[in-house]
T-cell receptor
Framework: GAGVSQSPRYKVAKRGQDVALRCDPI?????LFWYQQALGQGPEFLTY????????KSGLPSDRFFAERPEGSVSTLKIQRTQQEDSAVYLC????????????FGQGTRLTVV | AQSVTQPDIHITVSEGASLELRCNYS??????LFWYVQSPGQGLQLLLK??????LVQGIKGFEAEFKRSQSSFNLRKPSVHWSDAAEYFC??????????FGPGTRLSVLP
């Protein structure tokens, strides 16, 4: 597609449930980022991939969060045993090459944990 | 640590009025700076970016921003606001080529 696509757009999970959020980056983009945006806040960095390599996962808030990009294209962010504090919009972005080039953002997945 | 502050949480302007959104950053080297806009339920759209060179950069939708190293600022401006500009605006700094550090955002409301 022409842009970054994220699915699902909305997800309601019961506390303790595992969820998987998908990101389809722009074709050919090397860099891929995940950000977490809490209500009324700016996005906060979670993790960064260059192709299939996860170069930085320093922003993942706990070991319940796991991200992968096995073939250097589609990425999945998995959250295990969801907690209420995980409720946020999860944004994916991709870039052509280095991390400081322009990043194109998807529309995000709004996760609500009840 | 790198940080971005946006002092104004919410700004209201009348349609046709000029606009300036403030952004200050803390960064240990020459910064790469960005402004993004987010409409409700949408992702972030890049308005403009500064990497080097001319400190006044032009962006889409009639926006511009000026980099002032002495003030560690990168304020966003628009001479005449349109009702469709109502949105959330985020300033961001590139974090040593690894990711972006975003400010908390400024919500812009436009009065008819």
């Amino acid at each position: 597609g022409a842009g970054v696509s994220q699915s699902p757009r909305y997800k309601v999970a019961k506390r303790g449930q595992d969820v998987a959020l998908r990101c389809d980056p722009i074709s050919g983009h090397v860099s891929l980022f995940w950000y977490q945006q809490a209500l009324g806040q700016g996005p906060e960095f979670l993790t960064y991939f260059q192709n299939e390599a996860q170069l930085d996962k320093s922003g993942l808030p706990s070991d319940r969060f796991f991200a992968e990009r096995p073939e250097g294209s589609v990425s999945t962010l998995k959250i295990q045993r969801t907690q209420q504090e995980d409720s946020a919009v999860y944004l994916c972005a991709s870039g052509r090459d280095r991390a400081n080039s322009e990043a194109f953002f998807g529309q995000g997945t709004r996760l609500t944990v009840v | 640590a790198q940080s971005v502050t946006q002092p104004d949480i919410h700004i209201t302007v009348s349609e046709g009025a000029s606009l300036e959104l403030r952004c200050n950053y803390s960064y240990g080297a020459t910064p790469y700076l960005f402004w993004y806009v987010q409409s409700p339920g949408q992702g972030l759209q890049l308005l403009l970016k500064y990497f080097s060179g001319d400190t006044l950069v032009q962006g889409i939708k009639g926006f511009e921003a000026e980099f002032k190293r002495s003030q560690s600022s990168f304020n966003l401006r628009k001479p005449s606001v349109h009702w469709s500009d109502a949105a959330e605006y985020f300033c961001a700094v590139d974090n040593y080529g690894q990711n972006f550090v975003f400010g908390p955002g400024t919500r812009l409301s436009v009065l008819p």
